[in-house]
């Protein structure tokens, strides 16, 4: 798997709230690009399979919730969380969830996650092409730390979680911190 050094440019399709709009669904699609996302910001990301799937829903997701402030307090901007699903599964599950601190960024097409180098086939249980696990520090743009978990191959018959995870995250940013610091 090829290093890279920044984040990939590209235009994730989102849809954002817009009192404007009457109805049921006061929503309306809005592009973000990765500049807009990225730039000018110290933000950690972690991309995991898929929404409303069992580890993602149980333990990826809600930690990073849980520890948000902690993350903000080490010098993060925002946390977002990838995944290879589109806007209304992303805003669905982020409700189901109760996620209200993680940012759940869709990349329906997959193209930030191809591009990443993190697109994996995970037609063995049906998912199609899903993102792999992993987390990562993004400051300005730059990837300044990636924890990619083992094993990243198409149809990977497990599914890891040792090394994406916001415990592991979190005790990188307290590190480096304290070693900033000397």
């Not at 699609?29 to 399979?49: A, C, N, Y």
């Not at 849980?66 to 946390?79: C, N, P, R, S, T």
């Not at 697109?119 to 730390?145: A, P, Q, T």
């Not at 990636?146 to 094993?151: K, L, R, S």
């Amino acid at each position: 798997m090829a290093v890279i050094e920044r984040v990939p440019n590209v235009v994730f399709k989102t849809r954002v709230r817009d009192e404007s709009i009457s109805g049921p669904n006061p929503y309306r699609w809005e592009d973000r690009t990765t500049q807009d996302i990225f730039g000018g910001k110290r933000v950690v990301v972690f991309s995991l399979p898929g929404a409303f799937t069992p580890t993602c829903s149980t333990s990826h997701l809600p930690r990073y919730e849980e520890l948000y402030d902690e993350f903000k307090a080490l010098g993060v901007d925002e946390i977002v969380c990838v995944s290879v699903n589109d806007a209304f599964v992303m805003f669905q599950w982020g409700k189901q969830q109760g996620a209200q601190k993680v940012f759940l960024l869709p990349d329906g097409n997959g193209e930030f996650t191809r591009r990443m180098g993190m697109l994996v086939d995970k037609s063995n249980l049906g998912f199609g092409m899903r993102s792999w696990r992993y987390s990562m520090v993004v400051n300005d743009g730059k990837i300044e730390k990636i924890f990619t978990e083992a094993g990243h191959i198409d149809n990977c018959p497990t599914d890891p979680f040792e090394v994406s995870d916001a415990d592991t995250m979190l005790g990188y940013l307290k590190e480096a911190r304290t070693a900033a610091a000397v």
